[in-house]
């Protein structure tokens, strides 16, 4: 059973940059075909997603992020991790953190998610 677990501040000012991880267990993020994402959910709004990191090191941005995003990751310990840059309000948000198969749509494991407030 593949696991993730979301880990980073709870509470950012604006004008910060912050950093979310997921921890992933049961199958390395090395093995492929999949795509290690991140997903977020601003209060009363849908999900949107903002990135992968695919099995291969390579990464893709959703242009709506593309300029103040980057997805990086540390195999050794299994865990891949999000930065995003000159946050506002606006990105006040539930960030999860899920697996996406190269063979069939959408997101097969989710992370549980993690609370992001941006406020000074």
């Known amino acids: 059973q593949v696991q993730l677990q979301e880990s980073g501040p709870g509470l950012v000012k604006p004008s910060q940059t912050f950093s979310l991880t997921c921890t992933v267990s049961?199958?390395?993020?090395?093995?492929?075909?999949?795509?290690w994402s991140w997903i977020r959910q601003p209060p009363g709004k849908g999900l949107e997603w903002i990135g992968y990191?695919?099995?291969?090191?390579?990464?893709y941005f959703s242009p709506s992020f593309e300029n103040r995003t980057s997805i990086s990751w540390d195999t050794s310990d299994n865990e891949f991790s999000l930065q995003l840059t000159s946050v506002t309000p606006e990105d006040t948000a539930v960030y999860y953190c899920?697996?996406?198969?190269?063979?069939?749509?959408?997101?097969?494991?989710w992370g549980q998610g993690t609370q992001v407030t941006v406020s000074s």
């Open positions: 899920a697996r996406a198969s190269g063979v069939s749509p959408g997101w097969d494991y």
């Open positions: 049961g199958d390395s993020i090395t093995t492929g075909p999949y795509y």
């Open positions: 990191i695919a099995w291969i090191g390579n990464t």
